[in-house]
């Protein structure tokens, strides 16, 4: 082309030909380029813009979010920047050379982003599948993203020494060690993230407490270098992948799955309450439905025991007799089960456990049927109100450190008043 110009040039007798016709070719190959972007992002792209706005289609709107469209717009002027150079100017000139260079390294830049683009469409989409949740994808589509962008940087500047890539990529041997401590967090976060995934140890979604790093929430992304969690008090915590890996951390995906969270919480009895039951108080507690069947079948076992034993039971210290505490338990074990929110098929039970100086804990281990914070919270606070309320018909105590406010009725109480 740039040949015929000179030619057209010479028979008009026009001087300085060559450099005329160069600035013509290059003039031709900027107008080509500005009339295909202007066609390519104004009319084309500007139509598919809107097509995909009222699109219902899910996937029309990612690829639109992610500018694959417009990278690959920008990708094909530069092949065809490319193409012009070689076609239209001398072979081995300096024009040619330093245009088709820049269009390489165009081609090379706008190839690279339109394969980010092509990644972060994927990943939206596949984040659509349930069985998506259990991959690492954004770690893997991390680590494929830096592996391109290091192999495009490789050619690149191979391209601009005028060298093989394969010379740079064998003087990269002797550089490993400084590569392996550059790029140590992402290799480690890319190992890190094929083990979590081999081993369904976390997905997106899932509740991880990890004191550690101050973490305890639920996980809303897994990085190829770090994974963040939302926090229950809306702050987002920062963790490196691979110290899931290294460090312990507690999933409660089990939880959520089985359908029920346990309840394990203690009430303190004060250990001078506790006494044998009188006729009368067990009269009084056999007017509850609960405890009719308990006390009677109860009482009927003792009553054949002591008499196989012919003891004297006018002392406390012979025979087997109900005590309050005995019979709270019984009462609260048949509470539980028929509580509406207690989960029937699982682990329920009312056990004493070590004395301590606070008291005797009582503690109640049983399960909500639901998983929800909220409802979890009131189904236990109800069960324990109750508790609180119904521990004095057992003629029992709830031991309590004494308050600023008990110290000063004592006080009042000991210091004799004015006459």
Same mark, same amino acid.
């Given at each position: 082309?740039? =040949?015929?110009? !000179?030619?057209?040039?010479?028979?008009?007798?026009?001087?300085?030909?060559?450099?005329?016709?160069?600035?013509?070719?290059i003039?031709?190959? #900027?107008?080509?380029?500005?009339?295909?972007?202007?066609?390519?992002?104004?009319?084309? +792209?500007?139509?598919?813009q809107?097509? %995909? =706005?009222?699109?219902?289609?899910?996937?029309? /709107?990612?690829?639109t979010?992610?500018?694959?469209?417009?990278?690959?717009?920008?990708?094909? =002027?530069?092949?065809?920047?490319?193409?012009?150079?070689?076609?239209? +100017?001398?072979?081995?000139?300096? @024009?040619?050379?330093?245009?088709?260079?820049?269009?390489q390294?165009?081609?090379?830049?706008?190839?690279?982003?339109?394969?980010?683009?092509?990644? $972060?469409?994927?990943? &939206?989409?596949?984040?659509q599948?349930?069985?998506?949740?259990?991959?690492?994808?954004?770690g893997i589509?991390?680590?494929?993203?830096?592996?391109? &962008?290091?192999?495009?940087?490789?050619?690149?500047?191979?391209?601009?020494?005028g060298?093989?890539?394969?010379?740079?990529?064998?003087? #990269? *041997? &002797?550089?490993t060690?400084i590569?392996?401590?550059?790029f140590? $967090?992402?290799? +480690?976060?890319?190992?890190? *993230?094929?083990?979590?995934? @081999?081993?369904?140890?976390?997905?997106? *979604?899932?509740?991880?407490?990890?004191?550690?790093?101050?973490?305890?929430?639920a996980?809303?992304d897994?990085?190829? %270098?770090?994974?963040?969690?939302?926090n229950? $008090?809306?702050?987002? %915590?920062?963790?490196?992948t691979?110290?899931?890996?290294?460090? !312990?951390?507690?999933?409660?995906?089990?939880?959520?799955?089985?359908?029920?969270r346990?309840?394990?919480?203690?009430?303190?009895?004060?250990?001078?309450?506790?006494?044998?039951?009188?006729?009368?108080?067990?009269?009084?507690?056999n007017?509850?439905?609960?405890?009719? /069947?308990?006390?009677n079948?109860?009482?009927?076992?003792?009553?054949?025991?002591?008499? =196989?034993?012919?003891?004297?039971?006018?002392?406390p #210290?012979?025979?087997r007799?109900?005590?309050?505490?005995?019979? +709270?338990?019984?009462?609260?074990? *048949?509470y539980?089960?028929d509580?509406?929110?207690?989960?029937?098929?699982?682990?329920?039970?009312? /056990?004493?456990?070590?004395?301590?100086?606070?008291?005797?804990?009582?503690?109640?281990?049983?399960?909500?049927?639901? %998983?929800?914070w909220?409802?979890?919270?009131?189904?236990?606070?109800?069960?324990? $109100?109750?508790?609180?309320?119904?521990?004095?018909e057992?003629?029992?105590?709830?031991?309590?450190?004494?308050?600023?406010?008990?110290?000063?009725?004592?006080?009042?109480?000991?210091?004799?008043?004015?006459?």
């Amino acid at each position: 082309m740039q =040949q015929r110009i !000179s030619q057209w040039l010479e028979r008009l007798g026009l001087e300085f030909s060559d450099l005329m016709s160069l600035t013509m070719v290059i003039g031709l190959i #900027l107008l080509i380029s500005v009339v295909i972007h202007l066609i390519l992002h104004r009319v084309v +792209l500007a139509s598919l813009q809107r097509n %995909t =706005q009222q699109s219902k289609h899910l996937w029309q /709107r990612v690829v639109t979010q992610h500018k694959l469209f417009q990278r690959m717009a920008l990708l094909l =002027q530069g092949i065809i920047i490319n193409l012009q150079a070689v076609l239209w +100017l001398q072979n081995d000139s300096q @024009a040619q050379v330093i245009i088709a260079t820049a269009a390489q390294v165009w081609i090379m830049v706008f190839g690279l982003l339109a394969l980010f683009s092509l990644l $972060d469409t994927l990943l &939206a989409l596949l984040r659509q599948n349930s069985i998506a949740h259990q991959l690492p994808l954004r770690g893997i589509f991390q680590g494929l993203k830096l592996i391109a &962008a290091i192999f495009i940087g490789i050619m690149i500047v191979s391209l601009l020494m005028g060298r093989s890539p394969l010379l740079l990529l064998s003087g #990269l *041997g &002797a550089m490993t060690a400084i590569l392996m401590l550059v790029f140590k $967090d992402p290799i +480690l976060g890319l190992v890190a *993230g094929i083990q979590l995934s @081999a081993n369904n140890m976390l997905n997106v *979604g899932d509740w991880l407490e990890m004191p550690k790093y101050g973490a305890d929430g639920a996980v809303i992304d897994i990085g190829l %270098t770090t994974v963040k969690v939302r926090n229950w $008090d809306n702050t987002v %915590t920062t963790i490196p992948t691979y110290a899931l890996i290294s460090d !312990s951390f507690k999933n409660w995906r089990s939880m959520s799955e089985s359908g029920g969270r346990r309840i394990k919480r203690c009430i303190n009895i004060d250990t001078t309450s506790v006494h044998f039951l009188s006729e009368k108080e067990q009269q009084n507690l056999n007017r509850h439905p609960s405890l009719q /069947r308990y006390l009677n079948e109860k009482s009927q076992e003792l009553n054949q025991y002591n008499q =196989q034993i012919a003891l004297d039971l006018s002392s406390p #210290l012979n025979g087997r007799r109900l005590t309050n505490l005995g019979t +709270l338990r019984a009462y609260l074990t *048949g509470y539980l089960r028929d509580h509406p929110g207690i989960h029937k098929s699982m682990t329920l039970m009312v /056990r004493q456990l070590a004395p301590t100086p606070e008291g005797l804990p009582l503690e109640i281990y049983a399960f909500t049927n639901t %998983t929800v914070w909220a409802e979890y919270e009131g189904i236990q606070s109800d069960i324990f $109100d109750h508790i609180f309320a119904i521990a004095s018909e057992f003629d029992l105590r709830i031991h309590q450190t004494p308050s600023s406010y008990d110290m000063r009725n004592m006080l009042t109480l000991a210091t004799p008043s004015n006459s």
